[in-house]
């Protein structure tokens, strides 16, 4: 069974830098798929972050793109989020995700249970 | 790149059926069949109900269904259940290989 297991800062201060660790079990992220990260603000929408592949390859979200920073570690089956000079509005609950994204298929089939970071002084 | 633009909330009697509409345009949704949806009950992560516009993971029920039409895709729910209460979101792969979420729809079973 794959899974997946945020872990980083719970508080992060305003124009710091978000550090997120995700660690998969069960599936060797050296496979193949893409890994990725989706954000989720109190009481709002879903929002994709970007993704990245065992090969390093990323495509991050045109809006957080400058401030945006994905790496992986398959020696540790982890992959991991940096995000630069935040904001209040950063904050919410960060979910890390299995994606599937070809040129015929894209969805999530594993999701971490989700991680809160709060930006706050 | 905007948000999926999705109703911010439906609603349908137990046992009726409704219908979620996801609109895109040519570059995400009607470009090709790389759709997706998900449910998310509260304080939990988003579980998968339908990818590739029609197609459901083993474990969901036949109640949920998806289509495509153009720019649009639609999410259907039938036979209503309580636990059907949640909300839902699609999501979308554009033509530059970036990934993008509906607003959600917030569903209410009465």
């Known amino acids: 069974q794959v899974q997946l297991q945020e872990s980083g800062p719970g508080l992060v201060k305003p124009s710091d830098t978000l550090s997120l660790t995700c660690a998969v079990s069960?599936?060797?992220?050296?496979?193949?798929?893409?890994w990725g990260w989706i954000r989720q603000p109190p009481g709002k929408g879903l929002e994709w972050i970007g993704y990245i592949n065992y090969s390093g390859n990323t495509y991050y979200n045109p809006s957080l793109k400058s401030r945006v920073t994905m790496s992986v570690d398959t020696s540790k089956n982890q992959f991991f989020l940096n995000l630069s000079s935040v904001t209040a509005v950063d904050t919410g609950v960060y979910y890390c995700?299995?994606?599937?994204?070809?040129?015929?298929?894209?969805?999530?089939?594993?999701w971490g249970q989700g991680t809160l970071v709060t930006v706050s002084s | 790149q905007s948000a999926l633009t999705q109703p911010p909330s439906v609603s349908g009697s137990l046992g009726q059926s409704v219908t979620i509409s996801c609109t895109g345009t040519s570059s995400d949704v009607g470009g090709y069949n790389r759709v997706s949806w998900y449910q998310q009950s509260p304080g939990t992560a988003p579980q998968l109900i339908i990818y590739d516009v029609s197609n459901r993971p083993s474990g969901v029920p036949d109640r949920f269904s998806g289509s495509k039409s153009g720019n649009t895709a639609s999410l259907t729910i039938s036979g209503l259940q309580a636990d059907d209460e949640a909300d839902y979101y699609c999501?979308?792969?554009?033509?530059?290989?970036?990934?993008?979420f509906g607003g959600g729809t917030k569903l209410t079973v009465l």
């Open positions: 995700a299995r994606t599937h994204c070809s040129s015929i298929r894209c969805y999530i089939d594993y």
């Open positions: 999501y979308s792969c554009t033509n530059t290989n970036t990934l993008l």
């Open positions: 069960g599936y060797s992220i050296s496979i193949s798929n893409w």
